[in-house]
């Protein structure tokens, strides 16, 4: 999505060859606008899918799930992150290691509002550890609901995330995927295959 | 807001006299169609002002200020809340007693997308004792902004919060105002000064 890697180029702030900070207009401060248009793309590469629901994970998936599920005309829905969660019988949880935060927390869905009827899509602002994400694909699978998908904002490609997804069959879209990076320059890997 | 109000009264649940979930279509599943309603209702209630940004909190706050934001068509900016925050030189930061959860954690905005320059609208799912809303308030302090008010999309009248805002001399705008509640029956303050 050439928007969103300008955007990047432009007021993404590289740290580090692995630290890109995007606080100024994806996750801190928002450019609704530009969030819109996340959320038709990735609407349009799911296209054709039955796609009943979009799942994300708060806090910074949200603005995204809100724009895909208003470009596919279907609820989202967000799982919540807790440090300890009293494990009742009412939610789906799969425990998480934040490799940013270094701890553990708990992310659940309440069971009411993801069901074996359900065909999802993930979308969430960064494909990198996938270890959220992963903790959501494990989730639908314990609502014996379909996965379509994983969309993510921005992939960094060097880490093992898509790898670690890709093992388990999972389609991944993502809209920026970010090969190599350092304060002077972000090389994006060109995709071929899709329309946006 | 009529149509959040009917919503209120068909799909939330009434757990006691203080406790109503909304977690079927605002804040855990949420309905994009009415969340942008929500959103064009405080850019109706707060038309004429010169807004520059939308605030809200993390993580329940975010698609009713993407909503919001987008209706204006300005940037919102998502406060973090945080356990313990390593106070540093470039965040605004104030602590905030969540009631609920029995703790005490850290609501921080970066200095860099707030400052004396702004006009600030502040929005949030619930008013109910204030605490993180006044949090939002005492940010904007800090700040230098100027801020035009409070849209709340439900307010637990019979709740503190209200006085509390009133008191600091703070606008607020509530799409439904709940005066009393009962597993059988919920009362909506009706009101009678705006247009929708």
Chains 1, 2 share one sequence.
Do not use: W
Not at 96 to 124: G, P
Not at 166 to 171: D, I, L, P, S
């Amino acid at each position: 999505m050439k928007l969103l890697q300008d955007r990047i180029r432009k007021d993404g702030d590289v740290l580090s060859s692995h630290v890109l900070k995007v606080d100024s207009f994806l996750n801190h401060q928002v450019d609704p606008l530009l969030t819109m248009e996340i959320g038709k793309a990735f609407a349009e590469r799911f296209a054709g899918e039955p796609i009943t629901k979009v799942l994300t994970i708060e806090a910074s998936g949200i603005q995204f799930a809100m724009a895909t599920a208003l470009a596919l005309g279907v609820p989202f829905v967000y799982a919540k992150k807790k440090k300890a969660v009293t494990l009742t019988e009412d939610v789906y949880s799969v425990p998480v290691e934040s490799f940013t935060r270094k701890e553990t927390y708990q992310v659940s869905v309440s069971k009411k509002y993801l069901t074996a009827d359900d065909t999802v899509l993930i979308v969430d602002d960064f494909l990198a550890t996938g270890a959220a994400l992963i903790g959501l694909v494990d989730i639908i699978g314990q609502a014996g609901a379909k996965l379509v998908g994983v969309g993510a904002v921005i992939e960094k490609s060097f880490q093992e995330g898509r790898g670690l997804l890709e093992q388990k069959g999972v389609r991944i879209e993502s809209l920026a995927r970010i090969e190599s990076m350092s304060p002077e320059e972000i090389h994006f890997i060109e995709e071929t295959a899709t329309t946006c």
